[in-house]
C-alpha cells in the first residue's frame, strides 16, 4: 500500500467517523473549556482535556491553554499530554461534550489536510443528495 492510498484511507476513516458522530450527538454546540477548579485538581499538577470534536477527531489541550494538538486516536491524544507533561505525569480531564481546538495545533500534522478533505468531501456529498 502507498504511502497516497494510505492517506487517503485515513482521510475517508475521518469523514465516515464525522458523520457518525455529528449523526450519534445530540448536544448543542461544542462546549467552551473552563478552568479548572484548583479544589479538584492542583495548580501544580498539569491538566489536559482530551475529547472529540465536533468532526470527530481527539483533541488534547492543556487546561491553561499553552500547548494542544488534533488526533486520528484516543491514545494519540493521551500519549502527545503525557509527552508534554514529562518528566512528570498529569491529570487528564474527559469532558463529556465535545470541544474544538481553539489555540494552535501541535499534534498530528496531517489533521489540517484530512480536516480539509473532509469539508470538502462532506460538501460533495451534499451536493450529490440534494
Known amino acids: 500500500m502507498t504511502l497516497q492510498m494510505c492517506e487517503e484511507a485515513a482521510m475517508a476513516a475521518i469523514a465516515i467517523q464525522a458523520s457518525r458522530h455529528q449523526a450519534n450527538t445530540t448536544h448543542g454546540p461544542a462546549s467552551t473549556l473552563k478552568p479548572l477548579d484548583p479544589d479538584v485538581v492542583s495548580a501544580a499538577i498539569p491538566a489536559f482535556f482530551i475529547g472529540r470534536n465536533r468532526a470527530g ?16 486516536f484516543k491514545s494519540s491524544a493521551v500519549d502527545f499530554a503525557n509527552r508534554q507533561s514529562a518528566p512528570a505525569r498529569c491529570a487528564l480531564v474527559f469532558p463529556l461534550e465535545s470541544f474544538e481546538l481553539d489555540i494552535e495545533n501541535r499534534g498530528n500534522p496531517v489533521i489540517v489536510l484530512a480536516e480539509g ?14
Open 57 to 72: 477527531l481527539w483533541v488534547a489541550r492543556e487546561a491553561n491553554g499553552r500547548v494542544g494538538g488534533l488526533f486520528l
Open 117 to 130: 478533505a473532509r469539508r470538502l468531501l462532506t460538501r460533495i456529498v451534499a451536493r450529490l443528495t440534494t
